[in-house]
Nanobody, 125 residues
């Protein structure tokens, strides 16, 4: 059974940092690309980053480029999202998702077969 489990969310002040983790089980990890999405209440889910299975190449949305860093630890079947310089606009539920595609077109949620349950990130003073 496939599972993606996020952790690391929480509340932080503007300018602060958080690191999200996404641990996978039941997938062929070497072939899975992982994307991160976020969703605010009443808004569409936004794809913000992806890391490819093949070569570890990464993609970022303009809204997070330069502030967020995605990485993967293949020994632990885990992907991380390091989030720095957080802003109130980053407040959302963050989801990781798995696909056997590469990261081209990563922001399209229908490319993903597996989803985590989400973790809340709140940025507020």
């Amino acid at each position: 059974q496939v599972q993606l489990v996020e952790s690391g969310g929480g509340s932080v002040q503007p300018g602060g940092s958080l690191r999200l983790s996404c641990v996978a089980s039941g997938v062929k990890w070497d072939y899975v690309s992982i994307g991160w999405f976020r969703q605010e209440p009443g808004k569409e889910r936004e794809g913000i980053s992806c890391i490819s299975s093949s070569d570890g190449s990464t993609r970022y949305a303009d809204s997070v480029k330069g502030r967020f860093t995605i990485s993967r630890d293949n020994a632990k079947d885990t992907v991380y999202l390091q989030m720095n310089s957080l802003e109130p606009g980053d407040t959302a539920v963050y989801y990781c998702a798995g696909t056997y595609y590469y990261c081209a077109g990563y922001a399209s949620s229908n490319r993903y077969d597996y989803w985590g349950q989400g973790t809340q990130v709140t940025v507020s003073s």
